[in-house]
């Protein structure tokens, strides 16, 4: 789960899916019943064929892309952003170093 602070601003979470990116803005509020999660924003853009080949990027300039239109979309002025690993993907990059 995304980690909260109340002094801090919205997070952003991004998914790079297969077929497009999905991306939402999350804040904390007092007021947002029952989790105190209130959704923001989000945004949802396609990717072109074959952007993303079984789990890996492989045009990354077209989902580069894809991000910049989502985010532009969804108009959020988030400055931190939550994300995700593979742990595979983590083990691979420790060993590299």
């Known amino acids: 789960m995304f ?6 601003p919205a997070v952003l979470g991004l998914d790079i899916g297969s077929t497009a990116i999905k991306l939402v803005e999350l804040s904390r509020t007092a007021d947002a019943a029952p989790s105190g999660i209130h959704l923001e ?29 989502a ?4 108009g959020t002025k988030a400055k931190r952003a939550a994300t995700a690993v593979p742990g595979r993907v983590v083990l691979l990059l420790s060993s590299m170093n």
């Open 3 to 8: 980690a909260f602070d109340h002094r801090q």
């Open 41 to 69: 924003t989000y945004g949802i853009e396609p990717l072109l064929p074959n952007a993303v080949v079984e789990k890996k990027i492989a045009d990354v300039q077209a989902v580069g892309e894809a991000i910049a239109k």
């Open 71 to 74: 985010v532009a979309r969804s």
